[in-house]
């Protein structure tokens, strides 16, 4: 006897600190919404995050769920079952799928950061931080005096990051090793000496390169640590220009291969669903 479900798409959600990230697969195409994170995943959570891509249960075959507490949800919704994917297995599986590796550290940059050492049928964390896009936000809230990611890349792109930050030639006059002279040696550290008047666009350029260089800075460590020669960065955070830039010049600095694949906002989604299509 067939399963009537067996045919349908199949579903699944990313339970982030920030945001709550979809993909829908039909096998073919696959779809990706997101919004923000609101209160404990739930039931009823799910229906509401798969009806603003205009999905129901009974129109999926399965559901797949990562991050969060998922400890309310019931086994099945609608006769639809869960599958339960650890987030570090969905970090690995999508990053490596989004930027076409077999193996690969990869760095999920959302509301703080989780590393994760990935290759065919395996992940597990290495390190992380606390700082990512909540830290971004966060201090853009106190400095900057906004909350918007996009206005905060904005205004980074508009600035100079060398007004507040100190840079390895000013202190030792030359480079060390392979940074560069204009490479950051203290974040924030000309206004620890004095008062420097700073704009708005300088400020969150400092932001963006202190957020951006602790993060690829950590990746790239991991990489090495594990003997992997790729580093994937995923994650919201990657999606604004002045973080991705900071990225790669971080990459160039450490002669490091950094790949920063787009739409790395649903990589953690996009894992949980292939780990679960690729069990059955």
């Keep these: 006897m067939t399963n009537p479900s067996a045919s349908l798409p199949a579903a699944a959600i990313d339970f982030g600190a920030s945001n709550t990230d979809v993909v829908v697969s039909d096998g073919a195409n696959v779809r990706h ?4 994170s609101e209160g404990q995943p739930s ?5 509401a995050v798969l009806a603003h891509g205009h999905v129901t249960p009974a129109d999926l075959a399965w559901i797949a769920v990562t991050g969060g507490n998922r400890s309310a949800l019931s086994p099945a919704l609608d006769g639809r079952p869960f599958h339960h994917v650890p987030e570090v297995q969905a970090i690995g599986r999508g990053g490596l799928a989004l930027a076409g590796l077999e193996r ?3 760095a999920s940059a959302g509301s703080g950061t989780a590393v994760v ?4 049928g395996s992940a597990h964390h290495v390190t992380g931080t606390g700082v990512g896009g909540g830290t971004l936000v966060g201090l853009a809230r106190l400095l900057v005096g906004t909350v918007d990611p996009r206005e905060i890349d904005a205004l980074a792109q508009a600035g100079r990051d060398t007004t507040l930050n100190l840079t390895i030639g000013e202190i030792l006059g030359q480079a060390i090793g392979s940074l560069p002279p204009e490479t950051t040696a203290v974040n924030f550290g000309r206004v620890a000496r004095h ?3 700073a704009s708005r666009e300088d400020t969150a350029a400092a932001l963006v390169n202190m957020v951006g260089q602790v ?3 950590i990746a790239i460590n991991a990489a090495r640590a594990q003997q992997l020669p790729d580093t994937v960065i995923v994650g ?3 999606d604004l220009p002045s973080i991705r830039r900071t990225f790669e010049l971080v990459g160039q600095y450490y002669h490091a291969t950094i790949r920063i694949p787009e739409g790395g906002g649903k990589a953690t989604a996009l894992g949980a669903l292939l780990a679960v299509q690729e069990q059955k």
Excluded: S
């Design 33 to 36: 919404w997101r919004l923000p």
């Design 43 to 47: 039931n009823e959570r799910v229906r």
């Design 104 to 106: 690969a550290v990869v």
């Design 117 to 120: 050492a990935a290759g065919p």
């Design 195 to 197: 008062d420097v008047p």
């Design 215 to 217: 993060i690829a800075v």
């Design 236 to 238: 919201h955070l990657a």
